[in-house]
């Protein structure tokens, strides 16, 4: 008898315990939205790469997903002890992601610190990672060729920590570039390794994003990834001035130009293009390619010179406006303060209801 339990409800007045059959369910459940979570470390300023190659994504993803996006304070502990500027650049992290457009009512924007049931969720994970695979890590093995004075537990510890982190919203989806892959890899490592021992609690994690292939925005120097402490002169900052936009891309590298027609472009002049694309209107970059694939030697029709100067312009008024608001909202310490506060109460709410499950199934409920 299927029906039964449900005219027994019905007599009793309780719809509610009714089991309305999969359709209805399907027609009338609210859609979940799956859970995103990014984190970002508040070790130096946040540049153009961090722009193009994450934020300008997170503020894509706040409309499709469940956001939770945090500042790592505790992260940037296990490398920079010295918490003089912290408190500074926590904020102006914080600052810096709602001027490039994140909506603190849509997402959860918060600090890691303000929720300890990522702490408790990090004590447990903890029994369940092993020395020899936190030990072959690659981030830990590069931090302790470069700062072997330091080799504490908690970088030892640093995947577990991230795995919390994710964990404690039970995101599925975590937008995070390749250098990261491998500590994804280990939170489901360990998410696994608790489900298997205490029952199915935690969803596993992957990287995400929208685009295959992200932007890669390059150092002006042709060095490498743009990056928070090299070369200063060579990473465009959302917080430079409109002076220091224009000196450092007026001194970009570049060359005397292509030596054929339609020549492979050098990766720091392809860098200048990428650049160009994602700030100068559509036919200023068009203009530019045309001129250096019809330029050869003895007749170099590209003028990087006025290419830079073009690109300087563009890109101080791409910047000026998110450094202006950030500035804004950084001065502005009461509205800080709230964005702050309703962004750990979100993550909180999550968190617990998280931890609540997770002591269920470990068994660590008394009450
Ligand atoms: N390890 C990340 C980085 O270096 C920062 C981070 C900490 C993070 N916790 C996270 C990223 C959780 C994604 C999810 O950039």
Same mark, same amino acid.
């Given at each position: 008898?299927?029906?039964?339990?449900?005219?027994?409800?019905? $007599?009793?007045?309780?719809?509610?315990?009714?089991?309305?059959?999969?359709?209805?369910?399907?027609?009338?459940?609210?859609?979940?939205?799956?859970?995103?979570?990014?984190?970002?470390?508040?070790?130096?300023?946040?540049?153009?790469?961090?722009?193009?190659?994450?934020?300008?994504?997170?503020?894509?993803?706040?409309?499709?997903? %469940?956001?939770?996006?945090?500042?790592? %304070?505790?992260?940037?502990?296990?490398?920079?002890?010295?918490?003089?500027?912290?408190?500074?650049?926590?904020? !102006?992290?914080?600052?810096?992601? $709602?001027?490039?457009?994140?909506?603190?009512?849509?997402?959860?924007?918060?600090?890691? *610190?303000?929720?300890?049931?990522?702490? &408790?969720?990090?004590?447990?994970?903890?029994?369940?990672?092993?020395?020899?695979?936190?030990?072959?890590?690659?981030?830990?093995?590069?931090?302790?060729?470069?700062?072997?004075?330091?080799?504490?537990?908690?970088?030892?510890?640093?995947?577990?920590?991230?795995?919390?982190?994710?964990?404690?919203?039970?995101?599925?989806?975590?937008?995070?570039?390749?250098?990261?892959?491998?500590?994804?890899?280990? =939170?489901?490592?360990?998410?696994?390794?608790?489900?298997?021992?205490?029952?199915?609690?935690?969803?596993?994690?992957?990287?995400?994003?929208?685009?295959?292939?992200?932007?890669?925005?390059? *150092?002006?120097?042709?060095?490498?990834?743009?990056?928070?402490?090299?070369?200063?002169?060579?990473?465009?900052?959302?917080?430079?001035?409109?002076?220091? $936009? !224009?000196?450092?891309?007026?001194?970009?590298?570049?060359?005397?130009?292509? =030596?054929?027609?339609?020549?492979?472009?050098?990766?720091?002049?392809?860098?200048?293009?990428?650049?160009?694309?994602?700030?100068?209107?559509?036919?200023?970059?068009?203009?530019?390619?045309?001129?250096?694939?019809? *330029?050869?030697?003895?007749?170099?029709?590209?003028?990087?010179?006025?290419?830079?100067? /073009?690109? =300087? &312009?563009?890109?101080?008024?791409?910047?000026?406006?998110?450094?202006?608001?950030?500035?804004?909202?950084?001065?502005?310490?009461?509205?800080?303060?709230?964005?702050?506060?309703?962004?750990?109460?979100?993550? !909180?709410?999550?968190?617990?209801?998280?931890?609540?499950?997770?002591? /269920?199934?470990?068994?660590?409920?008394?009450?």
């Amino acid at each position: 008898m299927p029906f039964l339990p449900g005219i027994i409800a019905i $007599i009793q007045k309780k719809p509610w315990t009714i089991d309305y059959g999969l359709w209805t369910n399907l027609i009338f459940a609210p859609m979940e939205k799956e859970v995103v979570l990014s984190g970002i470390r508040p070790t130096g300023f946040l540049h153009l790469g961090n722009y193009f190659g994450a934020m300008r994504n997170y503020v894509r993803m706040q409309d499709d997903f %469940n956001c939770y996006f945090f500042v790592a %304070n505790w992260h940037s502990l296990t490398t920079h002890p010295d918490t003089k500027e912290l408190q500074n650049s926590v904020h !102006r992290v914080i600052a810096e992601n $709602i001027a490039c457009g994140l909506d603190p009512e849509k997402v959860a924007l918060y600090i890691q *610190s303000d929720v300890p049931e990522i702490a &408790e969720l990090y004590l447990y994970l903890n029994m369940l990672a092993y020395k020899g695979e936190l030990e072959k890590t690659v981030t830990f093995k590069e931090k302790v060729r470069l700062n072997p004075e330091n080799v504490n537990a908690g970088l030892l510890t640093y995947p577990v920590l991230q795995a919390a982190d994710i964990l404690i919203h039970r995101a599925v989806k975590v937008p995070v570039g390749k250098d990261q892959e491998q500590h994804l890899e280990m =939170a489901r490592n360990f998410a696994e390794r608790f489900n298997y021992r205490y029952g199915e609690v935690l969803p596993l994690p992957y990287a995400f994003n929208y685009d295959s292939e992200l932007v890669r925005i390059m *150092s002006l120097d042709g060095t490498g990834k743009m990056s928070k402490s090299e070369n200063q002169l060579a990473t465009l900052y959302l917080a430079d001035d409109d002076e220091s $936009i !224009r000196k450092k891309i007026m001194k970009a590298k570049t060359d005397q130009g292509p =030596a054929e027609t339609n020549a492979v472009m050098p990766d720091y002049i392809r860098n200048l293009f990428t650049l160009m694309k994602l700030v100068s209107a559509a036919d200023t970059a068009k203009k530019f390619e045309d001129d250096f694939n019809a *330029s050869s030697t003895g007749n170099c029709i590209i003028r990087y010179g006025d290419m830079k100067k /073009q690109l =300087a &312009e563009d890109m101080a008024k791409f910047i000026q406006p998110i450094r202006e608001k950030a500035a804004d909202i950084q001065n502005n310490k009461p509205l800080l303060g709230k964005i702050i506060q309703q962004g750990a109460d979100k993550a !909180r709410a999550s968190a617990s209801e998280t931890l609540k499950l997770v002591r /269920q199934a470990i068994g660590m409920n008394y009450v």
